[in-house]
């Protein structure tokens, strides 16, 4: 008798681990699919991430992204051969997206002459993570490890002929009408479309045209909650304890070039030679800093000529019979400036 009470013991008990396993697996389906559930309104662009997840969070979800982006590619493969290239680009893919993971603690990173460069401030408790596509990159922006900003970077090109206005009406078919438009008149240009913005109750998007500088359209969606009092942070370009962030837009040879033209740009400035990870920023904007490098120094010259010639005419006006001479001085002199 008492065998057969120990059996019916055993089995209720087993019946009980049992419900309980189902209803703890089926607790754990409903919260991971509650995860990957997509966001409503603008915050649709996270997918399966919320505002305010730690970056953890975001790099599991990216690494998932990017390893079912190469599961396609196995699928495909036509030999172990090719597998097993694949899986070590897989590898390799991964430990590029670690290493993008950036602490903005006062360092040269790279980033502070790049696109994103109004994005962070230093020694603001601010991390990145990166994510390079085929033709756009997306920048997760997270102060005290929780998200709260997303940038994406695409191609100025992406729009073909219609620009950034068929970029922006593109943004229209999928949020509607942006709530603000700004516009800008460039010297002896025509007026054109620059910034527009849109906003629901969990997001902000700002949609602007960075062609001029960096051959880029960005999207930037903030966290209403969260992120806009950081972004007028960044604005006011303090941090909460009132202490100044040190400018991060100063020209600095990014490139740690031992060369003239670094040395004019940085020595001159800091006496010190700086030098910084290519890898944080993309070819177009590090063509683009090359070219503003190269701007700031024919501007430097510029002046240089202007002092120079305002000088020789100065001379010219307090020695009256040397005035007639000097003027074929000053037109080479425009045409070497020139």
Not at 65 to 75: H, L, P
Not at 98 to 103: C, E, I, M, P, V
Not at 205 to 228: A, P
């Amino acid at each position: 008798m008492n065998t057969q009470s120990n059996i019916q013991s055993s089995l209720q008990l087993l019946l009980v681990c049992c419900l309980a396993l189902i209803c703890t697996m089926g607790s754990l389906f409903a919260q991971e699919d509650a995860e990957n559930k997509p966001q409503p309104g603008i915050a649709s662009v996270l997918r399966g991430l919320n505002w305010g997840d730690g970056h953890q969070v975001v790099f599991k979800y990216l690494e998932k992204e990017i390893k079912q982006s190469f599961d396609a590619k196995i699928d495909k493969a036509r030999d172990d051969l090719e597998i097993d290239l694949i899986r070590k680009d897989l590898k390799k893919a991964l430990e590029n997206l670690k290493n993008t993971y950036t602490s903005f603690t006062g360092q040269r990173t790279g980033y502070e002459v790049s696109l994103i460069k109004g994005d962070f401030k230093h020694n603001n408790s601010e991390t990145l993570i990166r994510i390079d596509e085929k033709q756009k990159q997306r920048y997760y922006f997270f102060r005290y490890d929780k998200l709260f900003k997303l940038v994406v970077a695409y191609p100025n090109t992406i729009a073909g002929d219609a620009g950034f206005e068929g970029f922006v009406s593109k943004i229209e078919e999928k949020y509607g009408s942006p709530v603000k438009v700004d516009w800008d008149t460039p010297q002896g240009g025509t007026r054109t479309m620059v910034r527009g913005i849109w906003q629901d109750e969990k997001t902000q998007l700002i949609v602007e045209d960075f062609s001029s500088f960096y051959s880029r359209f960005t999207t930037k969606f903030v966290s209403v909650e969260q992120g806009l009092e950081i972004e007028e942070l960044h604005e006011k370009g303090t941090v909460k304890n009132g202490t100044k962030n040190a400018k991060s837009n100063a020209s600095v040879n990014i490139y740690g070039e031992d060369t003239d033209q670094g040395e004019n740009v940085i020595d001159q400035i800091t006496g010190v030679k700086h030098s910084v990870n290519l890898q944080r920023i993309s070819k177009e904007e590090r063509m683009a800093v090359k070219q503003a490098m190269k701007q700031e120094e024919m501007t430097e010259e510029e002046e240089k000529g202007k002092k120079k010639k305002k000088s020789k005419k100065s001379a010219e006006e307090t020695s009256p019979k040397e005035k007639e001479k000097p003027k074929k001085l000053d037109i080479k002199m425009d045409g070497e400036v020139y």
